[in-house]
């Protein structure tokens, strides 16, 4: 019985999280996300407000801000170009910083914590700073490659 239990919790961890997070941690609810659970490597859809239809994509890796115990820093690559990014998700809102230059904000995120989906998606809108123009963006966790 007590087996049965063990790998009933087993499969729950499995199917929440993936094989890339500790076993036995439950799905964390869309405003319980702690920092940590950013870190890694996202792949990011950006949408005409509105419209279902991929304009552009992107790869994020997220890891611990260096000046924000609860923040995140990291960098972005969409269509060849690089950037940096600087934010956090907190009570399920997350906000991101994107520059460019290093210096200046070229586009600014935010959106929300999905619910029920494991802290693993995040959606809500893109603002270019220079062209003042938004794109919806939908963020979502990819597992990591494991050695």
Same mark, same amino acid.
């Given at each position: ?29 869309? $405003? ?42 990291? $960098? ?72």
């Amino acid at each position: 019985m007590k087996r049965r239990i063990a790998l009933a919790g087993l499969l729950l961890s499995a199917l929440c999280w993936g094989a890339d997070a500790p076993l036995l941690v439950p799905c964390p609810g869309a $405003t319980e996300l702690l920092p940590e659970q950013l870190y890694g490597l996202w792949s990011a859809e950006f949408h005409e407000p509105g419209q279902g239809r991929a304009h552009a994509k992107a790869t994020l890796r997220l890891e611990r801000s260096a000046d924000y115990a609860q923040g995140v820093s990291g $960098t972005l690559a969409r269509d060849g170009v690089a950037a940096m990014v600087s934010g956090d998700a907190q009570e399920g809102e997350f906000t991101l910083d994107e520059s460019q230059d290093g210096v200046a904000i070229s586009a600014t995120w935010v959106g929300s914590v999905t619910p029920d989906a494991c802290g693993r998606e995040i959606r809500g809108n893109w603002y270019d700073v220079v062209k003042k123009s938004t794109l919806d963006f939908v963020l979502r966790k990819l597992p990591e490659n494991r050695r």
